[in-house]
Protein backbone atom coordinates (compact mmCIF):
# COMPACT_ATOMS: atom_id res chain seq x y z
CA UNK A 1 0.00 0.00 0.00
CA UNK A 2 1.47 3.46 -0.73
CA UNK A 3 1.86 6.21 1.79
CA UNK A 4 -0.53 8.84 2.28
CA UNK A 5 1.44 11.68 0.84
CA UNK A 6 0.07 14.01 3.60
CA UNK A 7 1.85 12.24 6.18
CA UNK A 8 4.82 14.13 7.68
CA UNK A 9 3.48 17.38 5.90
CA UNK A 10 1.95 20.59 7.28
CA UNK A 11 -1.63 21.76 6.37
CA UNK A 12 -2.80 25.74 7.77
CA UNK A 13 -0.37 25.26 11.14
CA UNK A 14 -0.94 21.52 11.86
CA UNK A 15 1.67 18.68 11.19
CA UNK A 16 -0.10 15.58 10.17
CA UNK A 17 1.84 12.40 12.14
CA UNK A 18 -0.67 9.97 11.45
CA UNK A 19 -3.68 8.02 9.67
CA UNK A 20 -6.66 7.73 12.14
CA UNK A 21 -9.12 6.36 9.13
CA UNK A 22 -10.86 7.16 5.76
CA UNK A 23 -14.61 7.90 5.64
CA UNK A 24 -17.05 8.97 2.31
CA UNK A 25 -15.98 12.63 2.73
CA UNK A 26 -12.51 12.44 3.78
CA UNK A 27 -9.80 11.75 5.83
CA UNK A 28 -8.78 11.89 9.52
CA UNK A 29 -5.35 12.16 10.64
CA UNK A 30 -3.66 12.26 14.36
CA UNK A 31 -1.91 15.49 14.00
CA UNK A 32 -0.19 18.36 16.37
CA UNK A 33 -1.15 21.93 16.18
CA UNK A 34 1.85 23.86 16.05
CA UNK A 35 1.61 26.06 17.83
CA UNK A 36 -0.15 25.45 20.57
CA UNK A 37 1.83 22.04 20.56
CA UNK A 38 -1.68 20.49 20.78
CA UNK A 39 -2.91 16.86 19.11
CA UNK A 40 -5.88 17.16 17.21
CA UNK A 41 -7.63 15.63 14.62
CA UNK A 42 -7.69 16.63 11.95
CA UNK A 43 -10.29 15.92 9.30
CA UNK A 44 -9.20 16.80 5.71
CA UNK A 45 -12.66 17.04 3.17
CA UNK A 46 -12.10 15.17 0.06
CA UNK A 47 -10.91 17.50 -2.91
CA UNK A 48 -14.43 17.23 -4.65
CA UNK A 49 -16.38 18.29 -1.60
CA UNK A 50 -13.99 21.19 -1.53
CA UNK A 51 -15.33 22.06 -5.22
CA UNK A 52 -18.73 21.70 -4.17
CA UNK A 53 -20.09 25.62 -3.70
CA UNK A 54 -23.21 24.66 -1.96
CA UNK A 55 -21.16 22.14 0.27
CA UNK A 56 -18.51 24.77 1.29
CA UNK A 57 -21.45 27.09 1.96
CA UNK A 58 -22.99 24.90 4.72
CA UNK A 59 -19.70 23.57 5.97
CA UNK A 60 -18.65 27.01 7.18
CA UNK A 61 -21.77 28.04 8.48
CA UNK A 62 -22.95 24.23 10.32
CA UNK A 63 -19.11 24.22 10.98
CA UNK A 64 -19.22 27.83 13.04
CA UNK A 65 -22.37 26.76 14.60
CA UNK A 66 -21.19 23.30 15.79
CA UNK A 67 -17.90 24.94 17.53
CA UNK A 68 -20.66 27.03 19.13
CA UNK A 69 -22.06 24.36 21.10
CA UNK A 70 -20.43 23.38 24.59
CA UNK A 71 -21.86 19.94 25.51
CA UNK A 72 -19.38 17.46 27.13
CA UNK A 73 -21.09 14.95 24.35
CA UNK A 74 -20.12 16.98 21.32
CA UNK A 75 -16.96 16.84 20.14
CA UNK A 76 -14.94 20.43 20.59
CA UNK A 77 -14.50 21.50 17.15
CA UNK A 78 -10.80 23.75 17.42
CA UNK A 79 -10.99 25.40 14.08
CA UNK A 80 -11.93 25.15 10.84
CA UNK A 81 -11.42 26.26 7.41
CA UNK A 82 -9.62 26.31 4.21
CA UNK A 83 -5.69 26.16 2.93
CA UNK A 84 -4.91 25.88 -0.17
CA UNK A 85 -7.93 25.01 -1.28
CA UNK A 86 -8.16 22.08 0.89
CA UNK A 87 -11.12 22.35 3.58
CA UNK A 88 -10.03 20.83 7.19
CA UNK A 89 -11.39 21.04 10.56
CA UNK A 90 -9.58 20.41 13.87
CA UNK A 91 -11.14 18.87 16.54
CA UNK A 92 -10.50 17.18 19.72
CA UNK A 93 -8.87 13.90 19.41
CA UNK A 94 -10.49 10.94 21.04
CA UNK A 95 -8.61 8.23 21.81
CA UNK A 96 -10.56 5.32 22.51
CA UNK A 97 -12.94 3.60 19.45
CA UNK A 98 -16.54 4.33 17.49
CA UNK A 99 -19.48 2.50 18.03
CA UNK A 100 -19.13 0.89 14.40
CA UNK A 101 -16.29 -0.48 15.73
CA UNK A 102 -17.35 -1.73 19.06
CA UNK A 103 -20.64 -3.38 17.44
CA UNK A 104 -17.71 -5.09 14.70
CA UNK A 105 -15.56 -6.27 17.65
CA UNK A 106 -18.15 -7.28 20.26
CA UNK A 107 -21.01 -7.62 18.83
CA UNK A 108 -24.83 -6.65 20.44
CA UNK A 109 -24.49 -4.68 23.36
CA UNK A 110 -26.71 -5.27 26.59
CA UNK A 111 -29.41 -3.33 27.65
CA UNK A 112 -27.15 -1.00 30.25
CA UNK A 113 -24.55 0.01 27.80
CA UNK A 114 -26.79 0.42 25.33
CA UNK A 115 -28.80 3.04 27.30
CA UNK A 116 -25.12 4.54 28.97
CA UNK A 117 -23.94 5.10 25.31
CA UNK A 118 -27.22 6.34 23.64
CA UNK A 119 -28.80 8.72 26.56
CA UNK A 120 -25.26 10.75 26.09
CA UNK A 121 -26.17 11.16 22.14
CA UNK A 122 -29.51 11.56 23.00
CA UNK A 123 -28.06 14.70 25.47
CA UNK A 124 -25.70 15.97 22.59
CA UNK A 125 -28.40 15.80 20.48
CA UNK A 126 -31.01 17.77 22.90
CA UNK A 127 -28.29 20.89 23.19
CA UNK A 128 -27.93 20.83 19.04
CA UNK A 129 -31.39 21.02 18.28
CA UNK A 130 -31.89 23.80 21.05
CA UNK A 131 -29.81 26.05 18.76
CA UNK A 132 -31.36 24.78 15.84
CA UNK A 133 -28.59 22.75 14.16
CA UNK A 134 -29.89 19.04 12.73
CA UNK A 135 -26.99 16.27 13.00
CA UNK A 136 -28.07 15.01 9.55
CA UNK A 137 -26.11 11.76 9.90
CA UNK A 138 -26.72 9.85 13.01
CA UNK A 139 -25.11 6.36 12.47
CA UNK A 140 -22.19 4.46 14.66
CA UNK A 141 -19.11 5.59 13.06
CA UNK A 142 -19.58 8.99 14.32
CA UNK A 143 -20.72 8.01 17.96
CA UNK A 144 -17.04 8.14 19.23
CA UNK A 145 -16.45 6.66 22.22
CA UNK A 146 -13.21 7.51 25.19
CA UNK A 147 -13.55 4.92 28.28
CA UNK A 148 -15.27 6.20 31.05
CA UNK A 149 -15.08 6.44 34.51
CA UNK A 150 -15.91 3.61 37.42
CA UNK A 151 -19.98 4.16 36.37
CA UNK A 152 -19.91 4.47 33.00
CA UNK A 153 -17.20 2.31 30.89
CA UNK A 154 -18.06 4.76 28.02
CA UNK A 155 -17.63 8.45 27.83
CA UNK A 156 -19.67 9.89 23.87
CA UNK A 157 -18.26 12.45 22.09
CA UNK A 158 -20.74 13.25 18.78
CA UNK A 159 -18.93 14.10 15.95
CA UNK A 160 -19.75 15.39 12.40
CA UNK A 161 -22.25 18.07 13.10
CA UNK A 162 -24.02 18.76 9.55
CA UNK A 163 -21.03 16.82 7.78
CA UNK A 164 -22.74 14.85 5.39
CA UNK A 165 -22.07 14.55 1.15
CA UNK A 166 -25.75 15.33 1.52
CA UNK A 167 -24.47 18.88 2.91
CA UNK A 168 -24.93 20.84 -0.28
CA UNK A 169 -28.29 19.86 -0.50
CA UNK A 170 -31.00 21.55 2.39
CA UNK A 171 -32.65 18.33 2.17
CA UNK A 172 -31.35 14.80 2.23
CA UNK A 173 -30.58 14.65 -1.20
CA UNK A 174 -27.68 15.83 -3.43
CA UNK A 175 -28.80 18.54 -6.40
CA UNK A 176 -29.15 16.00 -8.51
CA UNK A 177 -31.50 14.32 -6.55
CA UNK A 178 -29.33 11.56 -5.29
CA UNK A 179 -28.83 10.40 -1.88
CA UNK A 180 -25.20 9.92 -0.78
CA UNK A 181 -24.11 8.32 1.98
CA UNK A 182 -25.51 4.77 4.44
CA UNK A 183 -29.13 4.17 4.21
CA UNK A 184 -29.43 2.35 7.43
CA UNK A 185 -29.79 4.76 9.57
CA UNK A 186 -31.68 7.91 7.59
CA UNK A 187 -35.38 8.91 8.08
CA UNK A 188 -38.04 9.15 5.08
CA UNK A 189 -37.95 12.75 4.32
CA UNK A 190 -34.20 12.53 3.90
CA UNK A 191 -35.01 10.42 0.18
CA UNK A 192 -38.27 11.96 0.18
CA UNK A 193 -36.50 15.47 0.41
CA UNK A 194 -38.34 16.78 3.09
CA UNK A 195 -37.82 19.01 5.22
CA UNK A 196 -35.18 17.92 7.97
CA UNK A 197 -36.13 18.30 12.05
CA UNK A 198 -35.00 17.18 15.02
CA UNK A 199 -36.82 14.40 14.49
CA UNK A 200 -35.53 13.36 11.49
CA UNK A 201 -31.96 12.82 14.12
CA UNK A 202 -34.73 11.04 16.42
CA UNK A 203 -35.24 8.47 14.43
CA UNK A 204 -31.64 7.63 13.08
CA UNK A 205 -31.52 7.41 16.74
CA UNK A 206 -33.77 4.45 16.88
CA UNK A 207 -31.74 2.87 14.05
CA UNK A 208 -28.82 2.89 16.03
CA UNK A 209 -31.12 1.58 19.26
CA UNK A 210 -32.10 -1.72 17.12
CA UNK A 211 -28.81 -1.77 15.75
CA UNK A 212 -27.01 -2.05 19.08
CA UNK A 213 -29.65 -4.21 20.96
CA UNK A 214 -29.86 -6.95 17.52
CA UNK A 215 -26.09 -6.06 15.89
CA UNK A 216 -27.76 -5.60 12.71
CA UNK A 217 -29.00 -2.29 11.08
CA UNK A 218 -32.94 -2.11 11.30
CA UNK A 219 -33.69 -2.79 7.57
CA UNK A 220 -30.59 -4.97 6.54
CA UNK A 221 -31.67 -5.82 2.38
CA UNK A 222 -29.77 -6.27 -0.60
CA UNK A 223 -30.62 -4.01 -2.69
CA UNK A 224 -30.00 -0.21 -1.66
CA UNK A 225 -33.83 0.62 -3.08
CA UNK A 226 -35.73 -2.39 -0.70
CA UNK A 227 -33.49 -0.52 2.17
CA UNK A 228 -35.21 2.83 0.95
CA UNK A 229 -38.99 1.57 0.23
CA UNK A 230 -38.46 -0.18 3.89
CA UNK A 231 -37.83 3.21 5.59
CA UNK A 232 -40.88 4.75 3.84
CA UNK A 233 -43.48 1.53 3.97
CA UNK A 234 -42.31 -0.92 6.44
CA UNK A 235 -43.13 -0.76 10.37
CA UNK A 236 -40.13 -0.42 12.68
CA UNK A 237 -38.84 -4.03 13.23
CA UNK A 238 -39.03 -5.36 16.77
CA UNK A 239 -35.85 -5.85 18.99
CA UNK A 240 -37.34 -8.57 20.62
CA UNK A 241 -38.13 -10.89 17.63
CA UNK A 242 -33.80 -11.26 17.36
CA UNK A 243 -33.30 -10.75 21.27
CA UNK A 244 -36.73 -12.12 23.45
CA UNK A 245 -34.59 -11.95 26.54
CA UNK A 246 -34.73 -8.20 26.15
CA UNK A 247 -38.37 -6.74 27.76
CA UNK A 248 -41.17 -5.87 25.15
CA UNK A 249 -41.29 -2.41 26.46
CA UNK A 250 -37.85 -1.83 24.02
CA UNK A 251 -40.14 -2.40 21.12
CA UNK A 252 -42.04 0.54 21.78
CA UNK A 253 -39.37 3.04 22.36
CA UNK A 254 -37.75 2.12 18.95
CA UNK A 255 -41.04 2.12 17.31
CA UNK A 256 -41.62 5.68 18.54
CA UNK A 257 -38.33 7.21 17.36
CA UNK A 258 -39.06 5.28 13.85
CA UNK A 259 -42.36 6.73 13.53
CA UNK A 260 -43.13 7.61 10.00
CA UNK A 261 -46.48 9.23 10.18
CA UNK A 262 -44.94 12.27 12.45
CA UNK A 263 -43.54 13.52 9.34
CA UNK A 264 -45.71 13.03 6.80
CA UNK A 265 -48.14 15.95 5.49
CA UNK A 266 -50.88 13.55 7.54
CA UNK A 267 -52.60 15.35 10.44
CA UNK A 268 -52.94 12.98 13.89
CA UNK A 269 -56.29 11.98 13.94
CA UNK A 270 -57.86 14.54 17.00
CA UNK A 271 -58.64 11.08 19.10
CA UNK A 272 -55.24 10.04 18.81
CA UNK A 273 -53.23 10.33 22.53
CA UNK A 274 -51.22 13.74 22.42
CA UNK A 275 -47.73 12.85 21.83
CA UNK A 276 -45.19 14.51 23.50
CA UNK A 277 -42.34 15.63 21.71
CA UNK A 278 -38.93 14.36 21.96
CA UNK A 279 -37.40 15.82 24.90
CA UNK A 280 -35.11 17.52 22.71
CA UNK A 281 -38.18 19.73 20.94
CA UNK A 282 -39.36 19.98 24.45
CA UNK A 283 -36.63 22.23 25.98
CA UNK A 284 -36.04 23.87 22.16
CA UNK A 285 -35.83 27.26 22.66
CA UNK A 286 -35.12 27.13 26.08
CA UNK A 287 -31.90 28.41 26.35
CA UNK A 288 -30.55 31.96 24.92
CA UNK A 289 -28.75 31.62 21.88
CA UNK A 290 -24.97 31.10 22.41
CA UNK A 291 -22.43 34.48 21.41
CA UNK A 292 -20.54 32.73 18.53
CA UNK A 293 -16.89 32.32 19.47
CA UNK A 294 -14.12 34.09 17.41
CA UNK A 295 -13.76 33.82 13.55
CA UNK A 296 -9.83 34.93 12.84
CA UNK A 297 -7.80 35.96 10.69
CA UNK A 298 -9.26 35.92 6.89
CA UNK A 299 -12.74 34.67 6.60
CA UNK A 300 -12.04 32.60 3.46
CA UNK A 301 -9.23 31.24 5.03
CA UNK A 302 -10.09 30.65 8.84
CA UNK A 303 -13.56 30.03 8.79
CA UNK A 304 -13.65 28.79 12.62
CA UNK A 305 -11.65 29.11 15.33
CA UNK A 306 -12.07 28.43 19.23
CA UNK A 307 -8.36 28.07 20.22
CA UNK A 308 -7.63 30.13 23.03
N1 LIG B 1 -12.20 13.45 16.76
C1 LIG B 1 -11.79 12.20 16.49
N2 LIG B 1 -10.91 11.58 17.32
C2 LIG B 1 -10.49 10.33 17.06
N3 LIG B 1 -10.88 9.59 15.98
C3 LIG B 1 -11.75 10.16 15.12
C4 LIG B 1 -12.24 11.48 15.32
N4 LIG B 1 -13.09 11.77 14.31
C5 LIG B 1 -13.14 10.68 13.53
N5 LIG B 1 -12.33 9.70 14.00
C6 LIG B 1 -12.12 8.38 13.42
O1 LIG B 1 -11.67 8.55 12.08
C7 LIG B 1 -12.21 7.55 11.25
C8 LIG B 1 -12.83 8.19 10.01
O2 LIG B 1 -13.90 9.06 10.43
P1 LIG B 1 -14.86 9.69 9.38
O3 LIG B 1 -15.79 10.60 10.09
O4 LIG B 1 -14.06 10.26 8.27
O5 LIG B 1 -15.63 8.40 8.81
P2 LIG B 1 -17.15 7.97 8.82
O6 LIG B 1 -17.87 8.58 10.00
O7 LIG B 1 -17.16 6.49 8.69
O8 LIG B 1 -17.69 8.56 7.48
P3 LIG B 1 -18.31 9.99 7.17
O9 LIG B 1 -17.40 10.57 6.14
O10 LIG B 1 -19.64 9.70 6.63
O11 LIG B 1 -18.33 10.78 8.43
C9 LIG B 1 -13.17 6.74 12.09
O12 LIG B 1 -12.52 5.55 12.49
C10 LIG B 1 -13.41 7.59 13.31
O13 LIG B 1 -13.62 6.80 14.45
MG1 LIG C 1 -17.77 10.50 10.62
Given at each position: ??E?P ?12 S ?16 G????VALK??S ?9 R?R???ESRL???IE ?11 E ?5 F ?8 T ?6 Q ?5 G???T???LS????A???A ?17 A????T ?7 S??G??K???SDS ?7 F?G ?6 P?Q ?5 LT???D ?5 C ?5 L????P?PR ?7 H????E ?7 A?P?L ?6 V??RAMEKHL?TAF ?9 P?PRC ?5 R?P ?10 P?R??V?SS?
Amino acid sequence: MTEDPRLGTTLAGYRIESLIGRGGMGTVYLAEHLGLQRKVALKVMSADLAGDARFRERFVRESRLAASIEDPNIVPIHEAGESDGVLFIAMRYVRGTDLERLLQDHGPLGPDRTVAILSQVASALDAAHEEGLIHRDIKPANILLAPGGATHPDKVYLSDFGLTKRASSDSGLTATGQFVGTLDYAAPEQFEGGALTPQTDVYSLGCVLFECLTGRAPFPRDREAAVLHAHLMEPPPKVTDARPDLPAGIDAVVARAMEKHLRTAFPRPATSPRRPGPRCARRRNRRPAPTRRGVVGSPSRRLVDSSP
